[in-house]
């Protein structure tokens, strides 16, 4: 068990629709990271979350957005959604100031018809 | 910028061969390795990492890898593989620009089967 639990574990959304995912990071981690792994491919870096602001980004428009509480779970958000998003999104949660073993959680498959 | 290549999409071995998965990446600095596996329905799970001293890591499973900072190789092995290593394997770098932890940079993947 990673200990980095996401919801849901699959959803289907339809062109122009907005959605929300959730993470919560493994016990005692603040830093958590969303990737994109679409179909066939590794796992490409959206964001980072560490002290509720967004510390780096990957390449990847505005529609794709994010947030962390105060209990540093986090939320990923994109907004107006196109075939192309239609991917597993995975949570990753470490320390900031460890040895940067991120642990991964189990995903969220998007599918966008 | 960052990129990382795996050369082998699919590989298919019978069990007790012996495994080579080749990773090679670019980038001129100091660098964080990694290898994770995904086995079928699970999440992504660390094997091994290198962050400096002995080029040669070893991990969990019996698995091992080689940094070799002159061909930008960080090659992952096994002596012989078992049907319980069929998986997709990934490669990973990580630039050192600080303090901070920054992101990793995966390559495709490898898919492993192995056949009893």
């Known amino acids: 068990d990673a200990g980095v639990t996401q919801s849901p574990t699959h959803l289907i959304k339809t062109r122009g629709q907005q959605v929300t995912l959730r993470c919560s990071p493994k016990?005692?981690?603040?830093?958590v990271s969303w990737y994109q792994q679409a179909l066939g491919q590794g796992p490409q870096f959206i964001f980072q979350?560490?002290?509720?602001?967004?510390?780096q980004r990957g390449n990847f428009p505005d529609r794709f957005s994010g947030h962390q509480f105060p209990n540093y779970s986090s939320e990923l958000n994109v907004n107006a959604l196109l075939l192309g998003d239609s991917a597993l999104y995975l949570c990753?949660?470490?320390?900031?100031?460890?040895?940067?073993?991120?642990?991964f959680g189990s995903g969220t498959q998007l599918s966008v018809l | 910028a960052q990129s990382v290549s795996q050369h082998n999409h699919h590989v298919i071995l019978s069990e007790a061969a012996s495994l080579e998965l080749g990773c090679n990446y670019s980038?001129?600095?100091?660098?964080?390795l990694f290898w994770y596996v995904q086995y079928p329905g699970q999440h992504l799970q660390l094997l091994l990492k290198?962050?400096?001293?002995?080029?040669l890591v070893k991990g969990i499973k019996g698995f091992e890898a080689e940094f070799i900072k002159s061909k930008f190789s960080f090659n992952l092995r096994k002596p012989s593989v078992q049907w319980s290593d069929t998986a997709e394997y990934f490669c990973?770098?990580?630039?050192?620009?600080?303090?901070?932890?920054?992101?990793?940079?995966f390559g495709t993947g490898t898919l492993l089967a192995v056949q009893p």
């Open positions: 990753a949660s470490s320390l900031l100031q460890g040895k940067e073993k991120l642990f």
């Open positions: 016990s005692g981690h603040d830093t």
């Open positions: 979350y560490y002290e509720e602001e967004e510390r």
């Open positions: 980038y001129g600095g100091t660098v964080n």
């Open positions: 290198y962050f400096s001293g002995d080029p």
């Open positions: 990973a770098v990580k630039g050192q620009y600080g303090g901070a932890t920054n992101k990793l940079i």
